[in-house]
């Protein structure tokens, strides 16, 4: 099984600890920043934090830099980033979750103030040639409590999922009888919908400060 890493930029509240929170596209479209006719990404349409599989030869902290890069459109390992959104003081958790897989946590500590200009930026830069992995359709600053109880299953559409990927990855005309690949698709994204949300849960009820 690959080993993860995710990022966690985070603030202190009044009452609570807030965090970036992040929700994965159900179809990318762009990836290595180039147009593709589409993917369906893990955890689609699920809230979470942002992250990727370890590569082979990265450290964890590299992954979580990357990761951070593509998905989001900042660079935390460039200094003016770093001083421009306070995102220099981070340090790498290890965490594992309730069935003991193990995975890495970036945490990121900076204010409110930080944070908040972080989303803007980021939720501005969704959708163009500055996030090269168009893995994700949208951040929030959630405190940890909401958060939490955003985390799980991205319930199906009314009509399904078929008819869903017909709609917007069969441009709305149903392929043939004897095309599987639509199956394939349905099941696929049935899947990652549901998929397992432990990893973002640890990080969570683990690491992040209340």
């Known amino acids: 099984m690959a080993s993860y890493v995710f990022t966690l930029p985070f603030a202190l509240?009044?009452?609570?600890?807030?965090?970036l929170l992040a929700r994965r596209q159900l179809i990318q479209t762009r990836s290595g920043g180039r147009t593709i006719r589409g993917r369906i990404p893990e955890?689609?349409?699920?809230?979470?934090?942002?992250?990727?599989?370890?590569g082979k030869g990265e450290s964890a902290e590299a992954t979580g830099i990357r990761a951070f890069r593509e998905q989001a459109g900042?660079?935390?390992?460039?200094?003016?980033?770093?001083?421009?959104?306070?995102?220099?003081?981070?340090?790498?958790v290890s965490a594992e979750t309730?069935?003991?897989t193990p995975f890495n946590v970036l945490c990121i500590f900076t204010t409110r103030g930080a944070l908040q200009l972080a989303q803007?930026?980021?939720s501005d830069a969704l959708g163009t040639e500055q996030v090269t992995e168009a893995t994700l359709a949208e951040v929030e600053i959630r405190t940890v409590t909401s958060a939490r109880n955003m985390l799980g299953p991205r319930r199906p559409p009314p009509k399904g999922w078929k008819s869903f990927l017909v709609q917007n990855?069969?441009?709305?005309?149903?392929?043939?009888?004897?095309?599987?690949?639509?199956?394939?698709?349905?099941?696929?994204?049935?899947?990652?919908?549901?998929?397992?949300?432990?990893?973002?849960?640890?990080?969570?009820?683990?690491?992040?400060?209340?």
């Not at 955890?43 to 370890?54: S, V």
């Not at 900042?74 to 790498?92: A, K």
């Not at 009888?177 to 640890?202: G, H, K, P, V, Y």
């Open 13 to 19: 509240g009044d009452k609570d600890a807030e965090i």
């Open 43 to 54: 955890w689609a349409g699920q809230w979470g934090l942002i992250g990727d599989a370890q």
């Open 74 to 92: 900042l660079d935390l390992s460039d200094r003016d980033v770093q001083s421009n959104f306070m995102l220099h003081n981070r340090s790498l």
């Open 98 to 100: 309730a069935e003991y």
């Open 120 to 122: 803007s930026v980021v």
């Open 169 to 210: 990855y069969f441009g709305g005309t149903e392929p043939g009888a004897f095309n599987t690949e639509i199956d394939e698709l349905t099941r696929l994204i049935a899947t990652r919908a549901a998929q397992d949300n432990s990893f973002f849960a640890a990080a969570l009820d683990g690491k992040a400060p209340r």
